[in-house]
């Protein structure tokens, strides 16, 4: 377990080697940045292999930062942050293994790559909450950059409304901890001091404060009518960008939700709690049906990613064990598939014919011509649709199960998405893939494109052990999860249950 | 008691070593150098004027007895050593970047009057007499009204001395007219003496026109609207290292003496932090002034196309912000204040310091023309980064912690609903417009490719010591902030 802290090490660390690395050749940089981020990915695992569930976070550090103010350098992990960092070592693993075609300034991409990785790593394991808002900030600021540089579509539009949107999101989760802060005699930040604080205060206070930070951390989960950045911010993302944006980035407003709004205040969130499992639910159909409206398919993905965040969104709003613990399960299994889900719409299929129009590539026999990159998608695509033997499967189900505890009407409308998303994404997979199937082939059409190289299979087949594996044995995470979700500070804001 | 001589001499020591310096610069430049280039004459000058400053910095490190000097003209307390140090440090880090400048004539006249800068500023630290307040406040200045003016090839550097000036001279008349209202009301110049004298007596209309007069007056010399309409046009026209002083450890130097002032000095005419409503006092015109620079200098700074006009837009908001930390000194004491604006002017000096680098190799006044920077020379690209980041509260840089303290100590006065607490809120929701300009600038500077007639930029190695040692500064403190945050 400690060698957890060093996950954020390493990431630095190869942050500043891939720049240094870059000066000489691209090569050598994405073997740091490889290097880097596969040893990040293996101290997790280690870790995982030596830890022992329990309630509560375990302190791996814990320095005075700024004594003066009560802020500590306090490092932890339980069973949810756990999850979670592996998740981030795999989806930036594969990143790399997606990006090894960047030859532009290939060392600054892989130096904010990494940077942004470490900030990811810092957020899962802070137990300060200016520190979780320190390393959350420095996750969002190489996001601008590594749009704005190596992206694709209106990427200067993507890029500064995605760091606008989470800035101003991370402006009220600042403005809210330092009321709760001021409120408690400026003691600290951390998780527990915090909620005792928040207690004192009145609750129409209680209510407005757990609505900054909720709210603020929400922006960047994509809840709906928050979300508009996440699809444009998604599309001119470069692939390995998309795939950490949809598959970790998006989890930290998510866990910012989990970790520290909803204890901050129980008195708020029973005030909030219907508005937001209904802005949940709401996403998740709505999303749905825009996807299926879309003629980009990086637009189909981006709003499926929305859709498919409702759903965590969803299982935190319920707030019962089993739906909690189905949303921390739906966090890991979305950024497997997303991660995906982008590596094929970005790295396999707009790299090499360098066209996303669903229109286009209906013309194509991208079947024939990339088979392993159709296969790819087809159990992508399944998996997204959350069909058992997949991650999607038990995340989905648990989040639905533990909703209809909580309020049934939610788990019925959340269960249209799933429709709605089985539509999409056959839609997706048919136009795209198999669009030519039965029909002669046009003359002057595209014969050739260069093969699907080592890396990329390496990367696929990764991402699609995983979310197999944890389709098959929801239990290795669950049984991680579910004793985090025992911790005192989710006592008072989680309704039991049989989990 | 008998006026102690060698203690004053003593507390005196850095701006004495200042002063000496400057005459020698000018001495040696008339005598020996005098033949060689320009170029040479500068960095010989430069190089005079840093052991100067370096020798003042050991002056206030080894420094005389910690309290009151000469019965109470100066006072030697935690705040102004590290003010006076603060401001030696931004002289320093101006010198080396004035390094990069191309040279003018005069290079010698220009170091000295730096250092008589400087000297002022450190004065300014200390002192605790309304006269010394004066005197220091004006020989700081008067040295700075004519280094904005220096570079007499360009007619906006004699506008930016100009409107400078005139401002900076108004001013002077309202301080002065303040200060004399204050001395009538309490029969004192001396900060302790006055403060017994208003406790005493309560608060008293003349004393309110004497406040208003004194905030009119830092009100122009920190920028702060609506007394801010000099400082755009300054920070065009100056020459980019005098932008770069005036911007940093001449802020630096007027906040710990604005503080000082208003707290130790006016502190009992202060008013309830915790609602307004209780009585007058100036908290509320502070307030007013607070809440006027930030709206103003946030979205004015949207429109600006020239980098140093953004910068004076920007300046305007983040004197918004010092001065919350000004209302909250008086519970938080001066750290986050100080934290604030030292490391405020670290990111200043440096982003002038990038300005004056680009313009060695063309022009340096929109802010496309930072384009490609990445490409002409990723260290300016890399140092600008930092700088920029930090001036937008990114943390781990020191400009997080700057923000995170001063609107802290500002919603701790009484919680969000008390006045300052809802300034802070503003403060904090206006920093997500301000990521919007200043991601404007980075952009150009590093996703922008180059223009097709842009050159490789050539760094002099002691401005790129400087531009470092400034970057690596904010890194430091915004790594380790209880290194300054735990100063007093």
Same mark, same amino acid.
């Given at each position: 377990?400690?060698?957890?802290?060093?996950?954020?090490?390493?990431?630095?660390?190869?942050?500043?080697?891939?720049?240094?690395?870059?000066?000489?050749?691209?090569?050598?940089?994405?073997?740091?940045?490889?290097?880097?981020?596969?040893?990040?990915?293996?101290?997790?695992?280690?870790?995982?292999?030596?830890?022992?569930?329990?309630?509560?976070?375990?302190?791996?550090?814990?320095?005075?930062?700024?004594?003066?103010?009560?802020?500590?350098?306090?490092?932890?992990?339980?069973?949810?942050?756990?999850?979670?960092?592996?998740?981030?070592?795999?989806?930036?693993?594969?990143?790399?293994?997606?990006?090894?075609?960047?030859?532009?300034?290939?060392?600054?991409?892989?130096?904010? $790559?990494?940077?942004?990785?470490?900030?990811?790593?810092?957020?899962?394991?802070?137990?300060?909450?200016?520190?979780?808002?320190?390393?959350?900030?420095?996750?969002?600021?190489?996001?601008?950059?590594?749009?704005?540089?190596?992206?694709?579509?209106?990427?200067?539009?993507?890029?500064?409304?995605?760091?606008?949107?989470?800035?101003?999101?991370?402006?009220?989760?600042?403005?809210?901890?330092?009321?709760?802060?001021?409120?408690?005699?400026?003691?600290?930040?951390?998780?527990?001091?915090?909620?005792?604080?928040?207690?004192?205060?009145?609750?129409?206070?209680?209510?407005?404060?757990?609505?900054?930070?909720?709210?603020? $951390?929400?922006?960047?989960?994509?809840?709906?009518?928050?979300?508009?950045?996440?699809?444009?911010?998604?599309?001119?993302?470069?692939?390995?960008?998309?795939?950490?944006?949809?598959?970790?980035?998006?989890?930290?407003?998510?866990?910012?939700?989990?970790?520290?709004?909803?204890?901050?205040?129980?008195?708020?969130?029973?005030?909030?709690?219907?508005?937001?499992?209904?802005?949940?639910?709401?996403?998740?159909?709505?999303?749905?049906?825009?996807?299926?409206?879309?003629?980009?398919?990086?637009?189909?993905?981006?709003?499926?990613?929305?859709?498919?965040?409702?759903?965590?969104?969803?299982?935190?709003?319920?707030?019962?064990?089993?739906?909690?613990?189905?949303?921390?399960?739906?966090?890991?299994?979305?950024?497997?598939?997303?991660?995906?889900?982008?590596?094929?719409?970005?790295?396999?299929?707009?790299?090499?014919?360098?066209?996303?129009?669903?229109?286009?590539?209906?013309?194509?026999?991208?079947?024939?011509?990339?088979?392993?990159?159709?296969?790819?998608?087809?159990?992508?695509?399944?998996?997204?649709?959350?069909?058992?033997?997949?991650?999607?499967?038990?995340?989905?189900?648990?989040?639905?199960?533990?909703?209809?505890?909580?309020?049934?009407?939610?788990?019925?409308?959340?269960?249209?998405?799933?429709?709605?998303?089985?539509?999409?994404?056959?839609?997706?997979?048919?136009?795209?893939?198999?669009?030519?199937?039965?029909?002669?082939?046009?003359?002057?059409?595209?014969?050739?494109?260069?093969?699907?190289?080592?890396?990329?299979?390496?990367?696929?087949?990764?991402?699609?052990?995983?979310?197999?594996?944890?389709?098959?044995?929801?239990?290795?995470?669950?049984?991680?999860?579910?004793?985090?979700?025992?911790?005192?500070?989710?006592?008072?804001?989680?309704?039991?249950?049989?989990? | 008691?008998?006026?102690?001589?060698?203690?004053?001499?003593?507390?005196?020591? =850095?701006?004495?070593?200042?002063?000496?310096?400057?005459?020698?610069?000018?001495?040696?430049?008339?005598?020996?150098?005098?033949?060689?280039?320009?170029?040479?004459?500068?960095?010989?000058? *430069?190089?005079?004027?840093?052991?100067?400053?370096? &020798?003042?910095?050991?002056?206030?490190?080894?420094?005389?007895?910690?309290?009151?000097?000469?019965?109470?003209?100066?006072?030697?307390?935690?705040?102004?050593?590290?003010?006076?140090?603060?401001?030696?440090?931004?002289?320093?880090?101006? *010198?080396?970047?004035?390094?990069?400048?191309?040279?003018?004539?005069?290079?010698?006249?220009?170091?000295?009057?730096?250092?008589?800068?400087?000297?002022?500023?450190?004065?300014?630290?200390?002192?605790?007499? *309304?006269?010394?307040?004066?005197?220091?406040?004006?020989?700081?200045?008067?040295? *700075?009204?004519?280094?904005?003016?220096?570079?007499?090839?360009?007619?906006?550097?004699?506008?930016?001395?100009?409107?400078?000036?005139?401002?900076?001279?108004?001013?002077?008349?309202?301080?002065?007219?303040?200060?004399?209202?204050?001395?009538?009301?309490?029969?004192?110049?001396?900060?302790?003496?006055?403060?017994?004298?208003?406790?005493?007596?309560?608060?008293?209309?003349?004393?309110?026109?004497?406040?208003?007069?004194?905030?009119?007056?830092?009100?122009?010399?920190?920028?702060?609207?609506?007394?801010?309409?000099?400082? =755009?046009?300054?920070?065009?026209?100056?020459?980019?290292?005098?932008?770069?002083?005036?911007?940093?450890?001449?802020?630096?130097?007027?906040?710990?003496?604005?503080?000082?002032?208003?707290?130790?000095?006016?502190?009992?005419?202060?008013?309830?932090?915790?609602?307004?409503?209780?009585?007058?006092?100036?908290?509320?015109?502070?307030?007013?002034?607070?809440?006027?620079?930030?709206?103003?200098?946030?979205?004015?700074?949207?429109?600006?196309?020239?980098?140093?006009?953004?910068?004076?837009?920007?300046?305007?908001?983040?004197?918004?912000?010092?001065?919350?930390?000004?209302?909250?000194?008086?519970?938080?004491?001066?750290?986050?204040?100080?934290?604030?604006?030292?490391?405020?002017?670290?990111?200043?000096?440096?982003?002038?310091?990038?300005?004056?680098?680009?313009?060695?190799?063309?022009?340096?006044?929109?802010?496309?023309?930072?384009?490609?920077?990445?490409?002409?020379?990723?260290?300016?690209?890399?140092?600008?980064?930092?700088?920029?980041?930090?001036?937008?509260?990114? =943390? =781990?840089?020191?400009?997080?912690?700057?923000?995170?303290?001063?609107?802290? &100590?500002?919603?701790?006065?009484?919680?969000?609903?008390?006045?300052?607490?809802?300034?802070?809120?503003?403060?904090?929701?206006?920093?997500?417009?301000?990521?919007?300009?200043?991601?404007?600038?980075?952009?150009?500077?590093?996703?922008?490719?180059?223009?097709?007639?842009?050159?490789?930029?050539?760094?002099?190695?002691?401005?790129?010591?400087?531009?470092? &040692?400034?970057?690596?500064?904010?890194?430091?403190?915004?790594?380790?902030?209880?290194?300054?945050?735990?100063?007093?």
């Amino acid at each position: 377990m400690s060698l957890l802290p060093w996950s954020i090490y390493v990431s630095l660390a190869g942050a500043l080697l891939a720049l240094a690395a870059g000066r000489h050749s691209a090569r050598a940089a994405r073997w740091v940045a490889l290097l880097a981020a596969s040893g990040a990915w293996a101290l997790t695992l280690l870790a995982a292999t030596r830890f022992v569930p329990g309630p509560g976070l375990q302190t791996l550090v814990d320095h005075a930062w700024l004594p003066s103010m009560g802020v500590h350098y306090h490092l932890a992990a339980d069973g949810i942050s756990l999850t979670l960092l592996v998740l981030t070592g795999l989806a930036s693993t594969a990143g790399v293994l997606f990006s090894w075609n960047i030859t532009e300034r290939a060392g600054e991409f892989f130096a904010l $790559f990494l940077t942004l990785v470490a900030g990811v790593y810092g957020v899962f394991l802070s137990a300060d909450a200016l520190l979780f808002f320190a390393f959350y900030e420095i996750a969002i600021v190489p996001k601008y950059f590594l749009i704005a540089i190596w992206g694709s579509t209106n990427r200067e539009y993507g890029a500064m409304k995605l760091a606008l949107y989470s800035f101003a999101g991370s402006a009220m989760v600042l403005a809210g901890l330092l009321w709760v802060y001021a409120a408690g005699g400026g003691h600290g930040f951390a998780f527990g001091d915090l909620a005792q604080a928040a207690a004192t205060l009145p609750r129409h206070q209680q209510i407005v404060v757990f609505a900054f930070v909720f709210f603020g $951390f929400a922006t960047l989960a994509g809840l709906f009518p928050l979300h508009t950045w996440a699809p444009t911010g998604h599309v001119a993302a470069p692939t390995a960008a998309s795939m950490l944006l949809a598959g970790v980035v998006m989890k930290l407003g998510a866990y910012g939700c989990l970790r520290i709004a909803l204890p901050l205040s129980p008195v708020g969130f029973a005030y909030w709690q219907t508005p937001i499992a209904w802005l949940a639910v709401i996403g998740i159909v709505y999303a749905g049906l825009v996807a299926l409206m879309q003629t980009d398919l990086k637009f189909v993905i981006g709003y499926s990613s929305v859709s498919h965040m409702g759903f965590v969104m969803l299982g935190i709003a319920a707030a019962n064990l089993q739906s909690v613990g189905g949303a921390v399960l739906q966090m890991f299994s979305h950024g497997v598939i997303a991660g995906l889900l982008f590596a094929v719409v970005g790295r396999m299929v707009y790299d090499r014919t360098h066209t996303r129009q669903l229109a286009e590539l209906r013309a194509m026999p991208l079947h024939r011509l990339m088979p392993f990159a159709a296969a790819v998608f087809v159990i992508a695509g399944i998996a997204s649709m959350g069909l058992p033997g997949f991650s999607g499967f038990p995340a989905e189900l648990t989040i639905l199960v533990g909703a209809w505890k909580t309020n049934p009407a939610w788990a019925a409308v959340g269960a249209v998405g799933v429709l709605v998303a089985a539509a999409f994404t056959l839609r997706a997979i048919q136009v795209s893939f198999f669009g030519s199937v039965d029909k002669p082939q046009p003359a002057g059409q595209v014969t050739h494109l260069e093969p699907i190289t080592l890396a990329e299979k390496a990367g696929a087949i990764l991402l699609i052990s995983a979310t197999v594996l944890i389709g098959l044995k929801p239990d290795i995470l669950l049984n991680w999860i579910n004793p985090a979700l025992q911790s005192p500070l989710f006592q008072t804001v989680l309704r039991g249950g049989p989990s | 008691m008998s006026p102690d001589y060698a203690g004053l001499f003593q507390a005196l020591g =850095p701006e004495a070593a200042l002063v000496l310096g400057a005459l020698a610069v000018l001495g040696l430049d008339l005598t020996l150098f005098r033949r060689h280039s320009l170029d040479e004459r500068l960095r010989l000058a *430069l190089w005079m004027g840093s052991l100067a400053v370096l &020798a003042a910095c050991v002056h206030v490190w080894r420094g005389g007895t910690p309290g009151p000097v000469f019965g109470g003209v100066l006072i030697l307390d935690p705040l102004a050593v590290a003010t006076r140090l603060g401001v030696l440090v931004l002289t320093l880090l101006t *010198l080396g970047v004035a390094r990069g400048a191309t040279a003018r004539r005069q290079p010698a006249e220009y170091v000295a009057v730096i250092l008589l800068a400087a000297a002022g500023l450190t004065l300014m630290a200390a002192a605790q007499q *309304l006269l010394i307040v004066f005197l220091a406040l004006e020989l700081a200045s008067l040295s *700075l009204y004519v280094i904005a003016g220096f570079d007499r090839t360009r007619p906006d550097s004699a506008e930016a001395a100009l409107k400078y000036y005139l401002f900076g001279g108004i001013a002077a008349a309202f301080l002065l007219f303040g200060f004399s209202l204050i001395y009538g009301v309490t029969g004192s110049i001396e900060l302790p003496e006055i403060a017994k004298q208003i406790s005493v007596q309560g608060a008293n209309p003349l004393l309110m026109v004497a406040l208003v007069m004194v905030l009119v007056a830092f009100g122009f010399k920190t920028a702060a609207a609506p007394f801010h309409l000099w400082a =755009p046009d300054v920070y065009q026209g100056a020459p980019a290292p005098s932008a770069a002083l005036v911007a940093s450890a001449s802020k630096l130097a007027g906040f710990t003496l604005f503080t000082r002032l208003l707290w130790p000095g006016l502190g009992a005419a202060a008013g309830n932090p915790a609602s307004f409503n209780a009585g007058p006092g100036w908290l509320p015109a502070v307030a007013a002034i607070v809440a006027a620079s930030l709206l103003l200098g946030n979205l004015v700074a949207l429109a600006q196309t020239n980098i140093r006009r953004l910068l004076a837009y920007s300046a305007i908001a983040h004197s918004g912000a010092m001065l919350l930390g000004v209302m909250a000194a008086g519970r938080a004491g001066p750290a986050p204040l100080f934290y604030y604006a030292s490391t405020y002017g670290l990111a200043t000096v440096g982003a002038f310091g990038v300005i004056c680098a680009v313009e060695r190799a063309g022009r340096c006044e929109s802010i496309s023309d930072l384009a490609g920077l990445h490409k002409r020379s990723p260290f300016l690209a890399a140092c600008l980064a930092v700088y920029i980041l930090s001036l937008a509260g990114i =943390p =781990p840089l020191a400009g997080f912690f700057g923000k995170f303290t001063v609107f802290a &100590a500002a919603i701790r006065l009484g919680g969000v609903a008390a006045p300052a607490g809802s300034l802070a809120v503003l403060a904090i929701a206006l920093s997500a417009v301000a990521l919007y300009y200043y991601l404007i600038v980075l952009k150009q500077a590093l996703v922008a490719k180059p223009a097709a007639d842009a050159s490789s930029i050539k760094v002099p190695p002691a401005m790129a010591l400087s531009l470092f &040692a400034a970057a690596g500064l904010i890194v430091w403190f915004g790594l380790f902030p209880g290194q300054l945050l735990g100063l007093f």
